[in-house]
């Protein structure tokens, strides 16, 4: 398969994960960030199991605990937090940082390339982020913006380490193992810090069916792959894309403005989104000659 057709795969997993913010805040119930994250976790990962029918190796267990913790219990945690008390811009603006802790994340840990593209593009997309996104009234709740911090770095270690502790298993596999690690590892604290659920409406399971099938199982099955054939400093920028869909889906579904500013935000990130996937050149070094 060409690599063309790779990254437009891997680019539909961060373009799911853009619909994220209305899901939470539109049809599931207000006040559950770690139960949101379990729900979206644990079920996902349960169907994948049965579907690969294979259990981890027992010297596994700890890297997975590692890899589900750092790919969804931390970052699902921190990002329905953040969802739930930051504007989905400055969420969006501050996630963004992603891609450059990645860049430098694989380099030190994989040695992989470090190119002036790359560095541009991480930097370019995160100016294009802004614009699209943040507005004059955006509010920073320290906690929320602590939140968003959190799952960033989270997320980019975990990208990293996917790629390093690669086991010989089928995507899918490291997909159901990983989703089902992540959403263990969520119980405890969703038990211990909220409350039962309130009775569950059509629109609420509608919301997590979409989060769990979609959000996590098809969406990740996708973006681990890309890691697996592309690597993640190639495949990093394509996480631009969640707050382009995110602006998107507020224009067309709640019916929210979009100005110029936000038009040029928007090409700007679908720019740099494209230039983080070209092929490596100009190599910088962050070692002493």
């Not at 997309?125 to 320290?142: E, K, N, R, S």
């Not at 038990?191 to 569950?200: D, H, N, T, V, Y």
């Not at 969640?242 to 928007?266: I, N, Y």
Request: include cysteine; hydrophobic fraction near 55%; aromatic fraction near 8%.
């Amino acid at each position: 398969m060409s690599r063309q057709i790779d990254i437009i795969l891997a680019a539909c997993a961060p373009a799911i994960w853009g619909s994220t913010y209305i899901v939470t805040t539109q049809m599931l119930p207000a006040g559950y960030p770690l139960t949101n994250a379990v729900l979206r976790a644990l079920p996902a990962g349960l169907v994948l199991m049965l579907m690969v029918r294979r259990l981890p190796p027992v010297g596994w267990l700890g890297r997975l605990l590692v890899l589900g913790g750092l790919n969804f219990a931390v970052f699902w945690a921190a990002l329905f937090v953040a969802a739930y008390r930051l504007p989905g811009g400055v969420a969006a603006t501050l996630g963004a940082v992603q891609p450059m802790l990645v860049l430098v994340l694989a380099h030190l840990a994989l040695g992989a390339p470090l190119t002036r593209l790359r560095v541009m593009a991480a930097m370019g997309g995160l100016i294009g982020v802004a614009l699209l996104v943040l507005g004059p009234q955006a509010q920073m709740d320290p906690l929320g913006v602590a939140a968003a911090l959190t799952g960033a770095v989270s997320m980019a270690c975990g990208v990293v380490l996917t790629r390093k502790w690669r086991p010989e298993v089928s995507t899918l596999t490291l997909t159901a193992w990983q989703l089902t690690a992540g959403g263990l590892l969520l119980i405890p604290a969703a038990w211990w810090f909220e409350p039962a659920l309130p009775p569950l409406d059509v629109t609420n399971l509608s919301g997590y069916l979409w989060l769990g099938l979609f959000g996590a199982a098809i969406s990740y099955f996708l973006w681990f792959r890309g890691i697996e054939r592309l690597g993640p400093s190639a495949i990093t920028g394509l996480g631009f894309l969640s707050p382009v869909t995110a602006v998107v889906l507020g224009w067309a579904v709640l019916g929210e403005t979009l100005g110029s500013l936000q038009g040029l935000g928007a090409g700007i990130v679908l720019l740099c989104a494209w230039l983080g996937t070209r092929p490596v050149r100009h190599v910088i070094s962050l070692h002493p000659a």
